[in-house]
């Protein structure tokens, strides 16, 4: 939630127009780009890796569990 809002507060920096914008939109879609990039990585692939090495540590635990 707080990702989304920081997200969403810095799509008018990415989008800008008018004297200045160049710098504003580079630190806007950095912004975006990096957030969503983290925001993806911590959300899916720490809790994949996670269930995966979970189950090849213990396989008998994890018998049905992914099925």
Sequence with gaps: MT???MVLGA???ALATGAGAQ???Q???AIVGGMSFWDFI???VVPVF???MATHRHP???KG???
């Design 60 to 62: 008998e635990r994890s």
């Design 3 to 5: 990702t989304a809002a």
């Design 23 to 25: 710098a504003r939109q």
């Design 11 to 13: 799509v008018p920096l």
């Design 42 to 44: 911590y959300l899916v």
């Design 27 to 29: 630190i806007g879609f």
């Design 50 to 52: 996670y269930t995966l």
């Design 65 to 67: 569990y992914l099925d």
